[in-house]
């Protein structure tokens, strides 16, 4: 099946660091660009990165400029997003999403959720 | 930052009617307009793109339409499964932006 999961997802205090990480399958994950898009709870979707292959161009918001970094492992077939100095308005589901000669997002895995509170 | 401002909030029909779902730039965006389905609990699914391309596997009662600033995604007759929130999302230029959502409900 063609699919991507999300893991590392948690509860985390403001300023902390967290790690989340995408696997796919089914599908030649080198060859696309992917990107990851939030959801803050009951609110609506914003674009948080997005990336080509390895080595390629990055993209951000100014939201979230200079603390996030999206990276990946084509050999492991893994989006990451090094997430740093989080704020309470970081919390959000977090998804991966495959994009299609660009930038549109045809496949997207299920979330993570990500809790920023003190 | 081209805004995109969907309307409306909420639109309340009933199965077998026809949807009319706007969306609205800031500024052009060409034909770089999106439209995605979100149903509670699940990810997006991509619905259209490139303003009227219909994606795989999306039923042919949905269509979509427009240029520049004006765009619409029109459901031709609701089935009880078209029932959900719609985002578009533009993709002319950084950053990537999407509308703030369209629920439709039952009526």
């Known amino acids: 099946d063609v699919q991507m999961l999300e893991s590392g997802g948690d509860s985390i205090q403001p300023g902390g660091t967290l790690r989340l990480s995408c696997v796919a399958s089914g599908f030649t994950f080198s060859t696309y660009a992917m990107s990851w898009v939030r959801q803050a709870p009951g609110k609506g979707l914003e674009w948080v990165s997005s990336?080509?292959?390895?080595?390629?161009?990055?993209y951000y918001p100014d939201s979230v400029r200079g603390r996030f970094t999206i990276s990946r492992d084509d050999s492991k077939n893994t989006l990451y997003l090094q997430m740093n100095s989080l704020r309470v308005e970081d919390t959000a589901i977090y998804y991966c999403a495959r994009s299609i000669p660009y930038w549109h997002f045809d496949l997207w895995g299920r979330g993570a959720l990500v809790t920023v509170s003190s | 930052e081209i805004v995109l401002t969907q309307s409306p909030a909420t639109l309340s029909l009933s199965p077998g009617e026809r949807a009319t779902l706007s969306c609205r730039a800031s500024?052009?965006?060409?034909?770089?307009l999106t439209w995605y389905q979100q149903k509670p609990g699940q990810a997006p699914r991509l619905l259209i793109y490139?303003?009227?391309n219909r994606a795989t596997g999306i039923p042919a009662r949905f269509s979509g339409s427009g240029s520049g600033t004006d765009f619409t995604l029109t459901i031709s007759s609701l089935e009880p499964e078209d029932f959900a929130v719609y985002y578009c999302?533009?993709?002319?230029?950084?950053?990537?932006?999407f509308g703030q959502g369209t629920r439709l409900e039952i009526k």
């Open positions: 490139d303003t009227s």
């Open positions: 990336m080509f292959g390895s080595g390629g161009d990055t």
């Open positions: 500024q052009s965006v060409s034909n770089y």
């Open positions: 999302q533009q993709r002319a230029s950084w950053p990537i932006t």
